[in-house]
């Protein structure tokens, strides 16, 4: 059965591919390469990538020789994936619903995909059932307490007075866990994996301050959910925080510069 949260997760990501891509996906293009890393993608390897998105971690295997099938619960996703991926297996999939046979793949990996389900322990499990014995999966999500970029929409929200509507699903208590290296690496464990390993992978996102507004503002991501609940009035109120608290990070003509860091953990199946 679909999750309330689920099924907002699936009411927020339709449609909003193109916004997505032109946005946060540079953000979240960050640490792809050490999640591949992670997973011990090489060339001839036959590599599964969950959450694709629009492709990025998908392309990026592709260009290191690896076989990919890449999956998305949003079929506007899946549709950029496949335009931009052409080398890919790109189809519509929902974790933690894996339509796999057992131990097929050597690898898989989820960029910023456990921190969007109802359930990461199972969609950890799933994962851990398509990988052959030998094989690792791997995954990122953003750490709690958040780095500075991320912070920055806490910062701007709270001096425009915003709060969380109350309506927003969260996670269920029972499902969720800490979002840290150790939280993740805790959970790798319980899905069953071995040789389990974590860090933190800090980077400095550069992007046009108006992509940093136009993905929250197309409704995208948590900080997304929170913009869109807003009426106009309330919307220009937090354009106008969001100047003042990016200007100290511009580093050229409408160029943002913002420290971040995602948790990047990996287990093998046994
Ligand atoms: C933050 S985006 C990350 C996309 C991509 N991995 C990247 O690096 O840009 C999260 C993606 O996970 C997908 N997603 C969310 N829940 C999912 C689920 N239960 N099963 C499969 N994909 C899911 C969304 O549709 C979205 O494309």
Do not use: K
């Amino acid at each position: 059965m679909t999750s309330t949260f689920d099924a907002h997760e699936r009411a927020q990501w339709a449609g909003r591919a193109v916004a997505y891509r032109d946005s946060l996906a540079a953000l979240c293009a960050g640490p792809a390469s050490a999640l591949l890393d992670a997973a011990g993608v090489v060339g001839g390897a036959v590599v599964l990538d969950v959450g694709t998105g629009p492709g990025t971690v998908a392309s990026l295997a592709v260009s290191r020789g690896a076989a990919v099938v890449a999956v998305d619960a949003e079929p506007s996703m899946v549709a950029l994936a496949r335009e931009r991926v052409p080398a890919a297996d790109v189809r519509v999939a929902v974790l933690p619903s894996l339509p796999f046979a057992a131990g097929l793949f050597d690898a898989a990996v989820a960029n910023f995909v456990l921190n969007h389900v109802g359930d990461p322990l199972a969609a950890l499990t799933s994962l851990r059932r398509v990988v052959r014995p030998g094989g690792r999966v791997a995954v990122t999500i953003w750490p709690h307490p958040p780095p500075v970029a991320q912070r920055l929409w806490t910062d701007i929200f709270a001096a425009a007075g915003v709060q969380r509507p109350a309506d927003l699903p969260r996670l269920d208590a029972t499902a969720d866990f800490a979002r840290t290296v150790d939280g993740v690496c805790g959970l790798l464990r319980l899905a069953g994996f071995s040789g389990v390993l974590g860090s933190e992978f800090a980077w400095v996102h550069e992007t046009a301050a108006e992509a940093w507004w136009n993905g929250p503002a197309a409704g995208i991501g948590a900080t997304g959910a929170v913009l869109s609940a807003q009426d106009a009035r309330t919307r220009t109120r937090i354009r106008s925080h969001f100047d003042h608290l990016t200007a100290p990070f511009t580093v050229g003509d409408g160029q943002l510069a913002l420290p971040t860091a995602a948790v990047v953990a990996s287990g093998a199946v046994e």
